[in-house]
Each structure stands twice: as C-alpha cells, then as structure tokens.
Nanobody, 130 residues
Framework: QVQLVESGGDSVQAGVSLRLSCAASGYTYSSYCMGWFRQAPGKEREGVAAIYTATGDTYYADSVKGRFTISQDNAKNTLYLQMNSLKPEDTATYYC???????????????????????WGLGTQVTVSS
C-alpha cells in the first residue's frame, strides 16, 4: 500500500525559507512522477512542482519558478520542496502525490496537473504572514 507522509510545514514570516519533506513507502515502481500541490481555503488544488524520477525532469508553476526547488533522495525514498522567499500568497496546505507514469501538466502551462495523480498524502500546512 502506497503511503505518503508530508512534514515541514510551519507558520513563518514573509521572506523566509522552508523545506517540506514527503516520505514515501509501499511501492517499487521503476519510474514515476512525484509532485507537490497546494490548496488554499476556498480555492482549487493547484500544482506547484513535479519531478519525473526516470529522467530528473522538473516542472514548476510560474508563480514559484526561481523560488521553489523540487528534489528527491532515492536512497531515503523522500521528496523535498525547498521554498525560498516565501510570500503570503504561498499560504496553503501542501500535498505530496505520486503518479505511476510520466508527469503531466495543465495544458498551456508548466503547472503539474493534479487530476492525473494516483496517490496522495494528507498534507502539511504552510502559513506565511506579512
């Protein structure tokens, strides 16, 4: 059974950095897409960043390009999201997800498409105050 457990969320001031982690277990796929998504109150879940494990190709929403970095540690089965220069609009619950295939993005954007992911964690809260 696939399990994804996020951690690292916190309440911080604008401008600081946070690193989210997602510990993954229960699967042995050779290649897959892992992504970070977020959902703010009253808004739809949106893609933040994703990485295709077979090639290391990464995908980012325009709103986080240059500030956020997705990475993976295969030895630890852990996915990370380094978030720098946080803004109040980054406030949301952040979710980790896995798609047992290549990464897909919302057409016309570089934002990962949440509708095609197979497994989800329960989320970790990030709150950024001005």
């Amino acid at each position: 059974q696939v399990q994804l457990v996020e951690s690292g969320g916190d309440s911080v001031q604008a401008g600081v950095s946070l690193r989210l982690s997602c510990a993954a277990s229960g699967y042995t796929y050779s290649s897959y897409c892992m992504g970070w998504f977020r959902q703010a109150p009253g808004k739809e879940r949106e893609g933040v960043a994703a990485i295709y494990t077979a090639t290391g190709d990464t995908y980012y929403a325009d709103s986080v390009k240059g500030r956020f970095t997705i990475s993976q540690d295969n030895a630890k089965n852990t996915l990370y999201l380094q978030m720098n220069s946080l803004k109040p609009e980054d406030t949301a619950t952040y979710y980790c997800a896995v798609r047992v295939s290549w990464c897909t993005v919302v057409p016309g954007t570089s934002r990962p498409d949440p509708t095609h992911f197979d497994y989800w964690g329960l989320g970790t809260q990030v709150t950024v105050s001005s």
